[in-house]
């Protein structure tokens, strides 16, 4: 037990290792700029890359509207409230690094927009199933820095907006003019914030979400960036928020589990593996038997036989048959009272009874012994002949009872 406590700690200390092996060169990364995968965009995070100064100020921006935070997918979401089924007058606001949805979810959105409604995104790459939808292509920028242009003159002088520790997220190399507007581009003149007009309603898509981020809002000036973002938005609609896709790292299937919710937050993730890999080695060292093998003892053997034949010759030699014959009933009465647990002082009917029930014997057999003991002890001599007949008896009793 004590080598699997020190294999476990050792595994456990090289993967607190690795951790800080991993932690020293995100460090090392962030002193440069802030890694955008590693931007969390939790609305109640108040570090650099959450989003928790968007969240509160949203309110101000839709006129006292409380966003309603949504923490399944889309489609169940959609299944579940009628609300968001039927209404024509909802903003669905997405931020996330990566945009992983299934099949279905991506088709139930396409619904809700086309109803009316709009559906804001800000991630950095979009799924593959939205994008060849509404037709348009991404790809991430290769500049440092981040900055937010917006093309409405209406927006002037103020048009652009910076956060230098940023990277500059990603930009579209490919939309369909028919139905997209460009509002928005990176520093280098590339278009990274469009609206897409689907059905009754449209799809604002910003591919730098990084400038929702608590980080970027809190540099000066920078929070008329969000407002310039949102004034895309239809006045008086109802706000979403979406606390679910930020949290999926995969591409996802139709089919929903729980298991999907315990695997969407890191922390919950590498606790489950390391709960597992633990049960793993628990069980392969435990699985080695502990004990070496007992080895089977013979039956101990029933002994009584030997000695009486031992002292029956003894005490024949010497032609004592009654001192023989009283060691013998001694012996017998011993036997007895530790076989059977019996009281021998009365040697009477009911004595009888109970010994033939719980040896075996007929009970007529334990009654001639009884019988025989009787006449010993009252008798002065005892014959050759009779001693004898008892001895076999008892020998008999011996031979059924071992």
């Not at 440092?144 to 500059?168: I, M, W």
């Not at 239809?234 to 695997?263: I, P």
């Not at 489950?272 to 070496?292: C, D, N, P």
């Amino acid at each position: 037990m004590k080598k699997v406590i020190i294999f476990i700690g050792i595994v456990v200390g090289l993967f607190v290792i690795l951790l800080l092996i991993a932690g020293g060169q995100a460090a090392q990364q962030e002193a440069k700029y802030l890694d955008l995968s590693r931007l969390g965009y939790g609305y109640k995070d108040k570090k650099p890359g959450g989003t928790y100064v968007l969240y509160k100020y949203l309110p101000s921006l839709f006129y006292g509207s409380t966003p309603k935070v949504v923490t399944k997918p889309f489609a169940r979401t959609m299944d579940r409230d009628a609300d968001i089924r039927q209404s024509d007058d909802i903003v669905y606001m997405l931020v996330a690094d990566k945009l992983y949805a299934s099949e279905r979810d991506i088709k139930r959105m396409l619904e809700f927009v086309q109803k009316g409604n709009q559906l804001f995104m800000a991630v950095r790459q979009p799924d593959s199933l939205l994008a060849d939808r509404l037709g348009f292509e991404v790809a991430d920028t290769d500049a440092g820095g981040n900055t937010q242009h917006f093309v409405n003159p209406n927006f002037a002088p103020d048009t652009a907006f910076a956060a230098s520790r940023l990277a500059g997220g990603s930009y579209f190399t490919k939309l369909d003019s028919a139905n997209t507007t460009i509002l928005g581009r990176q520093q280098n003149q590339r278009v990274n914030f469009v609206r897409i007009h689907y059905g009754n309603g449209s799809v604002l898509l910003l591919l730098n979400p990084a400038s929702l981020t608590n980080y970027f809002l809190v540099q000066p000036k920078n929070i008329r960036s969000l407002e310039r973002e949102v004034a895309y938005a239809k006045e008086g609609y109802r706000l979403y928020w979406d606390e679910y896709y930020k949290y999926q790292y995969t591409k996802q299937s139709d089919d929903f589990s729980e298991w999907q919710v315990l695997m969407r937050y890191p922390a919950m993730r590498w606790a489950l593996w390391l709960a597992l890999l633990l049960l793993v080695l628990y069980v392969l060292f435990e699985s080695k038997r502990r004990q070496r093998i007992i080895p089977e003892r013979p039956v101990l053997a029933n002994h009584s036989l030997e000695f009486v034949d031992t002292l029956g010759q003894l005490y024949y030699q010497q032609h004592d048959n009654k001192n023989l014959a009283q060691k013998m009933i001694a012996h017998w009465l011993e036997y007895v009272r530790s076989r059977f647990y019996l009281n021998t002082q009365q040697l009477d009917l009911v004595f009888a009874t109970t010994l033939a029930r719980k040896s075996g014997m007929e009970e007529a057999a334990v009654r001639h012994i009884v019988d025989c003991i009787h006449d010993i002890q009252l008798s002065e001599q005892v014959s050759d002949t009779y001693l004898m007949d008892f001895y076999k008896v008892i020998n008999q009793f011996y031979l059924n009872t071992k």
